[in-house]
């Protein structure tokens, strides 16, 4: 399902009869010719050196004097206007103005005939900065005194969520068992292999249009329309393809969006802009570096009664999608076991560090790495085996969550069963040689969220007069296989085929309004409207059917491109027949329509309670390991992970993209880590910036991945989430699993060689001392 809108890389060059085909069919023909002379021009940011430093005077006139420079912007060439995703978090201005927050922040851009001639000018351009005091700590940000970066967020809290539910401190104070223990994580990176890349054009009538591999264009168009003072009507966005973006990389409109737009208004010409990999590095949206302070009640028996949770998330220099990142991570504190009293703080910090926001398992991955990394502890602290205490404080279907989580389908009994058998657990665990170890983890996501403002989705299907089936939505694909399971779904409801259903990606000129990919969402919000409007359209047919065949339009079934008498198999018409009859004899032209927006029931974000999502998905995982003793290298032996994600309606893609999901939370665990020192990340390419090779992770008859099959009512045709869930237990399953292996305990991410030798050299000093103790004490 794919229609000829141009890619962002595909645009340049000289022009050829395909390239000029795209641009007519895409609304753009008035600029093909622009191409050859050429008309397209190339775009340049200036980036802050310096974390913290207000801008005193920038002077263009030597950068706009070098020949083949068409243009050099700043911020003042901006109305001024901060956007972001709510009023409270809109503080982020296309340029900055006065101050710079973080090393990478976009101070000027230039468009230039050539990229080369682009990035030399930027050298030209003469910034007079007075540097500030920084500060990169959340904990020393929130002290008294501590550099303050935005005027309405005093002690630098740029975000804070707490709730509670139950009887918190009376469970505390009769249970049998109380643990506490504090975990961190670091700054992870989507590692698209696509850069962020846009063109911008200010049409001849006024309007502004962007093409851009984004995940959420109508996100983008929002903010675009803020950022630049203009009605939403001017404003154009038409998504490319998208190489990568993992549930955040590519979400909202960038700085480049702004800049590509504002140049080509100043230039009458394209301008396209097209990031390094050092500045997709450089630059935010990264994972939440969090510090998770988890405190949990139990009885004897293991059974949790309470868990307090405090966290501090370094959010870096700007909002994002951060407010909702701590609500998120709170939230999902209550999956997949059961926690009848709880009680979560959290606050999201500015920092002069590059900007987080969402990234696949959107804090989940870290929650569940503190939550079960403690519950393994809590296993061996009360004498229970770790994958027992699992089963007794597993939630099950029918349950309500102390904060309003109405469970529907939720095998996560079986999902633990599952990788138990696989792994050969009861086999394994305790009875490895040294070195060698196994460990467990758990978790669950959401299947979408239901959000304050925009949650629904609308599909609308047109059926042409050959028979075939156009379908528009305004959900993106970004690599998950959204057009073809839509695509799928509409075939399945009027019994036509796969190859039948075409679409075209998201233009915010013609296609409906959708709050975009992410939280897996897409499958269940907008494949139910999908589900609904084929529904829409096949009622349309039926009942012109109906009408040709002289029948009930209720007895009539769709199958294998014929309209079929239920009551008579031997009365039947040709789909295409009755679509050109209905438009042809009666002049109706099938168009069905179909929306979701997941009931009416919300969650109040001021208290936390609600039921955040219309399914839930729970996960486990088991991994075994062995780590060299001389280096602490850890090699990955197995690993087993099963998952309730309903009904898979496309179960290769499901399996691509669980296992997608557990590499990237294998890296995340073992090796990726962006190392910033004094706000400046030193690792910004792939060669410093370690992610998993396929020779990292475990031998293909050793990685396996078991879907539990259930059929969710909720979702089209039984489905739920499958793209982020099963990675949320894997971290703490390799950190369990190396404790198992080597005795020691990491609190901290990533779980590098260099922390595991320390640690083991620790634990044998410990030993060693311990020993001797005794030894004193016998001889005294």
Not at 144 to 154: I, K, N, S
Not at 249 to 265: H, N, T, V, Y
Not at 404 to 409: D, K, M
């Amino acid at each position: 399902m794919r229609d000829e809108t141009p890619r962002a890389f595909d645009v340049i060059g000289k022009p050829t009869p395909k390239k000029d085909a795209l641009l007519k069919a895409s609304g753009r023909a008035e600029y093909a010719d622009d191409l050859s002379l050429p008309g397209m021009l190339h775009g340049k940011l200036l980036r802050s050196p310096h974390p913290h430093a207000r801008i005193v005077r920038i002077d263009t006139s030597r950068a706009e004097a070098l020949p083949g420079v068409r243009a050099v912007i700043t911020g003042r060439d901006f109305p001024g206007v901060r956007y972001g995703n709510l009023p409270s978090t809109r503080d982020y201005l296309p340029l900055a103005i006065d101050v710079v927050r973080y090393v990478g922040e976009e101070v000027a851009a230039v468009a230039a005939v050539d990229e080369d001639t682009a990035e030399d000018v930027l050298d030209l351009i003469e910034v007079e900065y007075e540097v500030l005091p920084a500060v990169f700590d959340p904990d020393e940000a929130m002290r008294p005194g501590a550099p303050q970066l935005h005027g309405h967020a005093p002690g630098n809290v740029s975000a804070h969520t707490e709730f509670e539910f139950g009887e918190v401190d009376r469970a505390f104070a009769q249970a049998d068992y109380v643990r506490e223990d504090v975990f961190e994580t670091q700054a992870v990176k989507q590692g698209m292999l696509e850069p962020h890349a846009c063109i911008g054009s200010w049409e001849r009538d006024g309007k502004a249009t962007l093409w851009a591999c984004k995940m959420s264009p109508y996100v983008v168009w929002r903010q675009l329309s803020m950022g630049l003072d203009l009605p939403p009507g001017e404003v154009r966005v038409v998504q490319t393809y998208v190489g990568g973006g993992f549930s955040g990389g590519k979400q909202e409109a960038m700085p480049m969006d702004f800049c590509a737009l504002r140049l080509s208004r100043k230039t009458g010409r394209p301008v396209k802009i097209v990031h390094t990999m050092d500045e997709v590095l450089t630059i935010g949206h990264m994972r939440h570096p969090m510090k998770i302070r988890l405190r949990t009640a139990t009885t004897h028996e293991g059974r949790i009664v309470a868990q307090h949770c405090s966290l501090t998330a370094n959010g870096g220099a700007y909002s994002s999608i951060g407010g909702f990142s701590i609500f998120l991570a709170g939230a999902m504190l209550n999956l997949p076991y059961r926690v009848p009293n709880m009680r979560y703080e959290a606050d999201r910090v500015y920092t002069n560090n590059g900007f987080c926001g969402a990234l696949r398992g959107h804090t989940v991955v870290q929650m569940c790495f503190a939550r079960d990394s403690q519950m393994e502890l809590i296993a061996a602290d009360l004498g229970i085996d770790a994958l027992e205490l699992r089963r007794r404080n597993a939630i099950e279907p029918g349950e309500v969550t102390a904060n309003g989580f109405r469970i529907g389908t939720f095998a996560f009994g079986e999902c633990i069963e599952r990788v138990a058998q696989a792994s050969g657990w009861l086999d394994k665990r305790g009875k490895l040689p040294k070195y060698r170890g196994i460990g467990l983890g758990c978790g669950a996501h959401l299947s979408g969220a239901r959000l304050m403002g925009h949650s629904a989705s609308v599909a609308e299907i047109r059926i042409q007069e050959d028979g075939s089936v156009q379908l528009t939505t305004g959900s993106t694909d970004v690599g998950q296989g959204v057009e073809t399971v839509m695509a799928m779904i509409a075939a399945e409801v009027l019994g036509v085929g796969v190859d039948d259903v075409s679409g075209r990606n998201v233009d915010s000129a013609s296609t409906p309004v959708d709050p975009g990919t992410f939280g897996s969402r897409v499958t269940l919000f907008t494949g139910n409207a999908v589900m609904r409007a084929a529904e829409d359209a096949r009622r349309q047919l039926a009942a012109i059917a109906g009408e040709r065949m002289g029948v009930d339009p209720e007895d009539l079934v769709f199958r294998r491109h014929e309209i079929i008498n239920r009551k008579d198999e031997g009365q039947r018409v040709g789909f295409k027949e009755m679509v050109r009859w209905g438009a042809f004899q009666l002049g109706r032209i099938v168009t069905g329509r179909g929306t979701y927006a997941a009931g009416d029931e919300k969650i109040d974000f001021r208290t936390g309670y609600g039921n955040l999502s219309p399914a839930y998905n729970p996960t486990a995982c088991v991994v075994e390991l062995e780590v060299d003793p001389d280096t602490g290298q850890v090699t990955l032996l197995g690993l087993w992970g099963a998952d309730d994600s309903g009904t898979p309606l496309n179960p290769l893609a499901v399996r691509g993209q669980v296992i997608g999901a557990t590499v990237m939370s294998i890296g995340h665990a073992l090796y990726e880590n962006l190392i910033r020192t004094d706000g400046k990340v030193m690792n910004p390419s792939f060669r410093d910036y370690k992610m998993p090779l396929a020779t990292d992770i475990p031998p293909l008859a050793m990685f396996e991945h078991s879907n539990v099959i259930t059929w969710d009512p909720e979702g089209p045709f039984g489905a739920k989430e499958a793209g982020q869930g099963a990675g949320t237990g894997v971290i703490a399953a390799i950190a369990n699993a190396i404790h198992d292996a080597t005795g020691v305990r990491l609190h901290r991410l990533p779980l590098t060689p260099e922390s595991i030798l320390r640690g083991m050299h620790e634990l044998e000093a410990s030993q060693e001392a311990t020993k001797e103790a005794s030894k004193e004490a016998v001889n005294g």
